[in-house]
């Protein structure tokens, strides 16, 4: 049996609303809660002790979004997570030269640094710093930071060095990261504490170097191998050639955007080298997402499908065999099936037996999908039984997938035709190649075990 690969939500509900018997009761809150605390149990058990840096704008501060995104900020300490913020300064820097009426000057896409530039950006970086620690003391009843006892530290942490010429262009005191000081970091994070790096560097010889905030996050990351990096931008990710935003690329999908000029807007082509460099280096993942969505933070790290771009060192799906240890992922895909009546119930005994004819679908960790092979070699016929698709992945592919998995597997088999039984997803077997039946047409062993209360509905497609 199989359920179909839904185009959206709105459909699938429909559907089964459509069903005889088949609507579900409308859930309560408390319901609804406890759904959602256990749909984000394992982010929370996945992120205890983990590394976090998460980059921003000048711009974060100045229209006042830290004062909301500290309230994450506070859950996410409260949940383990070691916390390092990277803050930017451009605006700040372009408003106190305005003000000075002296012109900033560029070359590729980095500022000319001279004295008066320097000076704004030492006295910007150290009012941001303020701010930020102002805004993280907070405490107030009845809100998000209640109870909230974050200690943030800052400091000399990253030894940066000149860039020199670029070009002919002499970009004086705008340097690049040289080292970053781990230990020092380290010892902060060990006590809790969260740490805050400014977009400046230090020379051993006590100069001070203006730096970009894409390679000081990037560098940070890289060296305290943190399990993200994270970016809070204007926009909202990478776009594709329409418009829509990517939420997956690997590295190499990255960088062939980058080769081919495909990246806009023009902080992507900042921020997006800088989270592909970080996972070539070590880093586990890089996430861009807006500043400007209300708990973009919090929706991109526990939510399945996030709201931004994530950028990883592989793919994250895998379709593979099934294991022991996935026993507990696909009966979670299967038992809501099984409730409903869309799945015939297995035995448990009996599903771990025969794990070994499941596939399954992997996506970031999570069992997204399953389906199993059972092959009648004597009549060169197989069933596809037991497919399902987490509700959050359907009209995504992840059920043609799965199809076609076990059709390959099914030829290496050498069986002549496959065959499901379903009653309620037989239109989308239908456009996947399969052709209504008779029961007579089952193998002689399924056809003795056809259930006829059930009425379940005979599909074949000959391989």
């Not at 459509?18 to 992120?47: C, E, N």
């Not at 907070?138 to 974050?150: E, F, K, Q, R």
């Not at 996972?279 to 807006?290: A, D, K, P, T």
Request: proline share 4%.
């Amino acid at each position: 049996m199989a359920i179909p690969a839904q185009k959206d939500k709105k459909t699938a509900v429909q559907n089964v609303a459509k069903t005889p018997g088949g609507a579900r009761p409308r859930l309560s809150a408390q319901d609804r809660f406890i759904d959602w605390f256990q749909s984000v149990a394992p982010y929370i058990h996945a992120f205890r002790g983990k590394v976090f840096v998460i980059a921003f704008g000048g711009e974060v501060v100045a229209d006042g979004r830290f004062f909301h995104l500290t309230h994450d900020l506070n859950l996410l300490a409260a949940l383990g997570v070691k916390l390092v913020l990277v803050h930017g300064s451009r605006r700040q820097i372009e408003a106190k030269l305005k003000t000075q009426k002296i012109r900033s000057r560029f070359a590729e896409k980095l500022r000319i640094t001279d004295a008066a530039a320097l000076q704004a950006a030492m006295e910007v970086a150290g009012t941001l710093r303020v701010q930020i620690e102002a805004l993280l003391s907070m405490g107030l009843p009845n809100s998000p930071m209640a109870g909230a006892d974050i200690r943030v530290a800052s400091g000399n942490f990253v030894t940066a060095r000149p860039i020199g010429v670029v070009d002919g262009v002499d970009l004086i005191h705008t340097g690049e990261v040289r080292k970053i000081d781990v230990v020092a970091i380290q010892r902060r994070l060990k006590d809790d504490e969260l740490v805050v790096i400014s977009p400046l560097g230090y020379s051993p010889t006590g100069e001070v170097f203006n730096l970009a905030l894409g390679d000081v996050a990037a560098a940070t990351a890289v060296a305290l191998k943190a399990d993200k990096l994270i970016f809070l931008m204007e926009s909202a990710g990478v776009t594709g050639r329409r418009g829509e935003l990517l939420r997956e690329l690997t590295v190499r999908e990255a960088r062939n955007l980058l080769t081919r000029g495909r990246v806009a807007p023009e902080e992507m082509q900042t921020y997006l080298p800088a989270a592909v460099r970080a996972c070539e280096q070590g880093v586990g993942r890089s996430h861009l997402i807006s500043g400007h969505l209300d708990d973009s933070l919090l929706l991109e790290l526990f939510t399945h499908k996030g709201v931004g771009t994530l950028v990883t060192p592989d793919p994250l799906e895998t379709l593979r065999h099934a294991k022991i240890e996935d026993i507990g992922g696909i009966l979670g895909l299967i038992e809501p099936l099984e409730n409903e009546g869309i799945l015939v119930k297995r035995n448990r005994d009996l599903l771990e037996m025969e794990i070994d004819r499941f596939w399954v679908l992997e996506h970031d960790r999570l069992i997204i999908g399953c389906a199993a092979l059972y092959p009648f070699s004597d009549e060169r016929s197989g069933e596809l039984a037991g497919l399902a698709v987490h509700p959050e992945f359907r009209g995504r592919g992840a059920g043609e997938r799965l199809l076609a998995a076990i059709e390959k597997r099914a030829r290496g088999l050498r069986l002549k035709q496959l065959f499901v039984l379903t009653t309620r997803a037989e239109h989308w077997f239908v456009e996947r190649g399969f052709i209504e039946t008779e029961v007579s047409a089952l193998p002689q062993k399924k056809k003795e075990l056809y259930n006829y209360s059930r009425r379940s509905v005979v599909l074949i497609k000959k391989l």
